[in-house]
């Protein structure tokens, strides 16, 4: 069974920086892409960061030139770099992982909080 494990959230001050993990187990597949989306209270999930096993990425503009993207593709992880965050990036975070073969797949999220 593939499972998307996160690690890395948690609270923060304006102004700081996280970095996000999430590890690929039980697949016996790389994923084509992988990335990150986000779910505030109250809003749709949203795409914050994604990449393929080519290196390409799309970042949403509200996080670009803050946000970093990448991944290993020989471990199928990848990992979300948050620089100079705001409350406004409060969220949980949700990896995700595409397969042209299999499908798409969702972590269970890890929450981050940004306080002022």
């Known amino acids: 069974q593939v499972q998307l494990v996160e690690s890395g959230g948690g609270s923060v001050q304006a102004g700081g920086s996280l970095r996000l993990s999430c590890a690929a187990s039980?697949?016996?597949?790389?994923?084509?892409?992988m990335g990150w989306y986000r779910q505030a209270p109250g809003k749709q999930r949203e795409l914050v960061a994604v990449t393929s096993t080519g290196g390409s990425t799309n970042y949403a503009d509200s996080v670009k030139g803050r946000f970093a993207i990448s991944r290993d593709n020989a471990k199928n992880t990848v990992y979300l770099q948050m620089n100079s965050l705001k409350p406004g990036d409060t969220a949980v975070y949700y990896c995700?992982?595409?397969?042209?073969?299999?499908?798409?797949?969702w972590g269970q999220g890890t929450q981050v909080t940004v306080s002022s």
């Open positions: 995700y992982g595409r397969s042209f073969a299999f499908g798409d797949y």
């Open positions: 039980g697949s016996m597949f790389t994923f084509n892409g």
